[in-house]
């Protein structure tokens, strides 16, 4: 009797080579255009967000104590450093993916299984992990400086806004200058 592991192996079904052939190049082109539409669209709308803020905050109109006040337009940087890096990111694991599928496409895999796609190491899976949650972490953190930069922005403006004072239309000045709330019922 002779041992099963010296035996020739059978070359693969052609029919199902094929198939796979075909779907692995399919997958491939459709990764690759999945992810590079979804890196612009996260870059173009965050930064645009940001570069946007930034913009509105040193414009003339808005007042000197939000223009001149670091806090209001730094998360927006901070924010468009973080959308930048979801986009690097988001670029790694589409090369990454373009490299798996392109390691699977072996033209001998129609004649032999020793050509067919092979599992990848630990470190390529923990790779392809990493940049594909952390352009959703660095995403999110980007989209969280926008309320942040809008907080930053009000709490310069409070100590002013409670400087100035500020007269309601639902209150009516008395002959003798004071002010006077008018009630539902009352004439002005």
Request: net charge positive; hydrophobic share 50%.
């Amino acid at each position: 009797m002779s041992n099963p592991a010296q035996q020739p192996v059978p070359p693969p079904n052609p029919i199902v080579a094929r198939a796979l052939w075909d779907y692995t190049g399919e997958r491939l082109r459709f990764v690759s255009q999945i992810q590079a539409d979804y890196g612009k669209w996260l870059l173009v709308t965050i930064t645009t967000v940001h570069l946007a803020t930034v913009y509105m905050v040193s414009q003339p109109t808005v007042p000197v104590a939000v223009r001149t006040n670091p806090s209001s337009y730094w998360p927006s940087i901070t924010g468009v450093c973080l959308v930048l890096t979801a986009g690097l990111a988001t670029w790694a694991n589409w090369a990454l993916a373009a490299n798996l599928f392109a390691g699977w496409m072996d033209a001998n895999m129609h004649i032999s299984y020793a050509s067919w796609p092979k599992p990848r190491s630990k470190f390529f899976n923990g790779c392809m992990a990493a940049t594909f949650y952390a352009p959703i972490i660095f995403g999110l953190a980007s989209a969280f400086c926008i309320p942040w930069a809008a907080h930053n922005a009000m709490a310069a403006l409070a100590p002013a806004a409670l400087a100035t004072p500020h007269v309601s239309p639902a209150r009516t000045a008395l002959p003798a200058g004071r002010l006077q709330p008018v009630g539902k019922n009352e004439k002005r």
